[in-house]
């Protein structure tokens, strides 16, 4: 038996291209397969039966999944999501460019999604800000490891760069260091401040503390 994989479903090693769990919700769910084909494949200037046929696609709770799996598995025939052959052509044709951040969140879920090209260079990068491993990124991308490592470096250079051009460098001045700097500056400005007061040099704690900053 195959399995298949949903988006609702834990991570399979199958793609979301292969997932029909959608069709028992369906309005077309239960009909026979001739009044199927006849409803949803009519003649290309049957008008009155391609408006039938986009009648109860738009009463379809499904009808989203209906078109992708059309577009993922290039179903050029027919009409699948309430879109005829020549409505759905452009998306033919940008699919390598679409950019489902539906999906994005779906795979981050746990579900396994046909990503798109673009939509995994999303993924890759979202992983390396939400802190992943090359390891991690290998298995769930069924990449190898060596890749999954470069593709976090090209994406670790992407934010490095955005925050460049943003002027937003604050994270490497605190690694570096550079809160030392105003520590050794504030003694500076605090000594003349206590050339005022008198108390302050005669008190034993003040001894106590620069011996605890020699140690």
Avoid at 132 to 160: G, Y
Wanted: glycine share 8%; net charge positive.
């Amino acid at each position: 038996m195959r399995h298949i994989t949903t988006h609702t479903s834990p991570a399979t090693g199958l793609r979301g291209i292969g997932d029909t769990s959608w069709h028992t919700r369906g309005v077309c769910h239960g009909m026979d397969p001739e009044d199927a084909d006849a409803t949803f494949f009519p003649l290309p200037r049957d008008y009155e039966a391609i408006v039938e046929a986009k009648e109860l696609c738009g009463l379809c709770p499904v009808r989203r999944d209906c078109l992708n799996y059309a577009l993922e598995n290039t179903l050029k025939e027919g009409i699948w999501g309430g879109l005829t052959e020549a409505e759905r052509r452009p998306w033919h044709n940008g699919l390598p460019q679409r950019l489902d951040y539906g999906r994005v969140i779906a795979f981050f879920n746990g579900r396994d999604v046909h990503l798109t090209e673009i939509e995994r260079h999303v993924v890759i990068d979202h992983a390396y800000v939400r802190g992943w491993r090359p390891d991690r990124l290998a298995a769930t991308l069924q990449i190898s490891h060596k890749h999954a490592r470069d593709l976090l470096r090209q994406a670790a250079n992407k934010v490095f760069d955005r925050d460049r051009t943003f002027g937003v460098p604050r994270r490497k001045n605190k690694k570096k260091g550079t809160q030392t700097a105003p520590t050794t500056s504030r003694p500076a400005s605090v000594k003349p401040g206590m050339k005022q007061p008198a108390r302050q040099p005669a008190k034993p704690t003040s001894v106590h503390a620069s011996h605890r900053k020699a140690a």
